[in-house]
């Protein structure tokens, strides 16, 4: 079992930057792909970011060269840069883990989610 704690939302202007910083309980966090999701008002959840447990980080193209995720796999934590925000970026965002297991099968975990708010 493992519990994601969100922190680092709040309200930003155009433009400005924050950083979202999810911490993880249990074991094996270097086993867990890490990623970053959110969800605007009447839309569907989508990607934006993950850091896999190993290879290249995965990027949604609405935040290709504003966001970076990164994690520290020693404080069980995954972090998301966020910069030059847009109005458009206004969501929550949830963090999740996900460790594929042999034959497809998989376990995955979410956050309570962190409310993004830029303001025009």
């Known amino acids: 079992q493992v519990q994601l704690v969100e922190s680092g939302g709040g309200l930003v202007q155009t433009g400005g930057s924050l950083r979202l910083s999810c911490i993880a309980s249990?074991?094996?966090?270097?086993?867990?792909?890490m990623g970053w999701y959110r969800q605007a008002p009447e839309k569907t959840r989508e990607l934006v970011a993950v850091s896999p447990s190993g290879g290249t980080t995965i990027y949604a193209d609405s935040v290709k060269g504003r966001f970076t995720i990164s994690r520290d796999n020693a404080k069980k934590t995954v972090y998301l840069q966020m910069n030059s925000l847009k109005p458009d970026d206004t969501a929550v965002y949830y963090c999740?883990?996900?460790?594929?297991?042999?034959?497809?099968?998989?376990?995955?975990?979410w956050g309570q989610g962190t409310q993004v708010t830029v303001s025009p």
């Open positions: 249990g074991s094996m966090f270097d086993f867990y792909d």
């Open positions: 999740n883990a996900k460790r594929t297991w042999f034959g497809g099968a998989y376990s995955e975990f």
